[in-house]
């Protein structure tokens, strides 16, 4: 099963919305489930996704070096894809991680599916519930 807040997921699907007829791919990140300040009713080290690194991020580097310095090491093991035309599963140009979820239109709740890095797909949880409040501490 994967665990997703419902602030990331609408923001998924609203970036995928906006970016049609253009595919989107996002690095996601997760939260474990002990952070959250309401108990979700799940074992507490289940991760929740509750954060996109911007597809943006560190492209010319890549582009020139393959290597990925948008999103910070060891995060990101879980991705976001749009398919604007179909289908409703991954493909073989999509990005795989340990967690996929594939978006199609008409963009909403209905048209996200989750699926494992074989292709085998599994149950989607939108998680009514705000992740912790992080912030960039200076000491």
């Keep these: 099963m994967v665990f ?3 602030g990331l997921h609408d923001a998924l699907l609203d970036m ?3 970016a049609e007829p253009e595919r989107v791919t996002v690095v996601l990140a997760a939260t474990p489930a002990e952070a959250f300040e309401d108990d979700l009713d ?3 080290e289940t ?3 509750t954060h ?3 597809p943006d991020a560190g492209k010319s580097v890549r582009a020139v070096f393959g290597v990925d310095l948008g999103t910070p090491a060891g995060r990101g093991r879980a991705r976001f894809v749009s398919h604007p035309q179909g289908p409703d599963e991954p493909t073989r140009e999509d990005d795989f991680a340990a967690a996929i979820l594939v978006a199609v239109p008409p963009w909403d709740e209905s048209s996200v599916s989750a699926f494992d890095r074989s292709g085998k797909q599994l149950s989607l949880d939108v998680v009514e519930a ?3 409040t992080e912030s960039l501490a200076r000491d």
Excluded: C, G, K, Q
């Design 42 to 44: 799940v074992d507490p």
């Design 130 to 132: 705000e992740p912790p």
């Design 47 to 49: 991760p929740v996704l």
């Design 4 to 6: 997703i807040t419902r």
């Design 16 to 18: 995928a919305s906006d």
């Design 52 to 54: 996109f690194y911007l």
